[in-house]
């Protein structure tokens, strides 16, 4: 008998595999302890790579440095779009088209890019369960478009993976249906994985001529703060206030998106010529873990560089008003300085006295294991 084709999957059809949604540069690394975890298990896993980032040194170069195997699928049609409607569009449509073939019984989607947005609707309208991985974040910030992705994220999850006792709590508030489960950031586990491999592989401060502790660490990327001219001009007169009173120097390894800005809003000229400003292509994993731990400050807009920092004790400045991390503020590992420079000044005052004595928040390192436990429990994996 034939039977009728829906616009789902139906529950026999799926089989015991689990799907792992890449795309970006922090999905890449912070899923890369689940990608290993899977394999130590020898689980049945396969990994679908949105093509969101695709410059070598924004994506594969992450793949040699950590050495995870190549995804099974690799999406290469989504640069060509530069909305956020379309682009997520065109990874839904690839990832759909991936796991109509797989028919995975579970995907797992990580943060709050378009990419992850893009995977959990895919498994959402095939009706295929969906695990947010750093879920409940909230930077109650709703001009940002990671914070629409998160909240979308976290309402239509089954599992969702908090880091801590925080994100639980906001989950709660949010009222989602999924079931909450407190099991750290992998972050921790990706530092833990790698820090040691840097110490060994990575010659960075050699090749940048410089001595632990007597340099910054900038990055810059968010398009708040980047896409809008008056924004970007004034963070990079706040640099060349700052590097003047400190003397250091600032090393920024410069994200695509930014130096495409700069360039347009004509003010790459000036960023290059402020002394102690270094403009460098981004790193690798390996390196920039070593650049940031040897730093005495960290200059960021980043999420994923705002725990880095907290777990390796360097103290960081967060330029942006706000943060879905309010943990690394508390423990007195990071000020929300926005874009000021005043309040910039304040904050490098501030943070260079502080005592890198805080205890890192996001979990000990073994939230991989934590996920995939729970993932073989509520979703057996064959
Ligand atoms: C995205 C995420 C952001 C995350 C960041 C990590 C969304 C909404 N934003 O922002 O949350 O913090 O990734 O880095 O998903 N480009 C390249 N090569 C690349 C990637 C980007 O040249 O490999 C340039 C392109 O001009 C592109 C622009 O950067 O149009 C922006 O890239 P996009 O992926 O849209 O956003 P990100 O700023 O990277
Ligand atoms: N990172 C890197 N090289 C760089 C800059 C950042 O390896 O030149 C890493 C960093 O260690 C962190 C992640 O990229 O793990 C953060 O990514 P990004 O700032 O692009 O995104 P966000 O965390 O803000 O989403």
Known sequence: ?????????????????????????????????????????????????????????????????????????????????????????????????????????????????????????????????????????????????????RVMIDHISELLFAPT??????????????????????IVDAVHQNLEVAKVRSSILDRLNLRPNDYFVLTLHREE????????????????????????????????????????FDLEGKARSTKNLRLIEPLGYLDFLLLLSNASLALTDSGGIQEESCILKVPCITLRKSTERPQTVEVGANFVAGLKTSNILQGAAKMLKAKREWVNPFGDGQAAKRIINIVEKESPIK
């Not at 890019?113 to 959402?124: E, I």
């Not at 006792?165 to 992998?186: A, M, P, Q």
Request: proline share 4%; with cysteine; net charge positive.
């Open 1 to 149: 008998m034939k039977t009728t084709k829906l616009k789902i999957l139906r529950k026999e059809e799926l089989e015991g595999k689990v799907c792992v949604i890449v795309g970006t540069r922090p999905g890449i690394i912070k899923m890369s302890p689940i990608i290993r975890r899977l394999e130590e298990t020898r689980s049945n896993y396969f990994v679908v790579h949105t093509g969101q980032h695709y410059s070598h040194l924004m994506d594969r170069k992450f793949f040699d440095d950590i050495n995870l195997p190549e995804p099974k699928y690799r999406l290469n049609t989504v640069k060509r779009y530069q909305t956020h409607g379309g682009q997520t569009a065109e990874m839904l449509k690839g990832i759909e088209r991936a796991l109509l073939e797989e028919k995975p019984r579970i995907v797992l989607a990580v943060g709050d890019a378009n990419t992850n947005l893009a995977g959990a609707l895919a498994a959402r309208k095939l009706q295929i369960e969906l695990g947010h991985v750093e879920a409940g974040l909230r930077s109650d910030d709703w001009q940002m478009p990671e914070e629409h992705n």
């Open 165 to 186: 006792e925080r994100e639980k709590e906001n989950l709660i508030k949010d009222n989602v249906k999924g079931e909450i489960f407190v099991v750290g950031n992998t």
């Open 225 to 264: 703060n980047v896409d809008y001219r008056e924004n970007l001009e004034g963070i990079v007169e706040s640099l060349r206030v700052i590097s003047q009173k400190y003397g250091n120097q600032i090393i920024y390894p410069i994200h695509p998106r930014t130096k495409k800005r700069l360039k347009e």
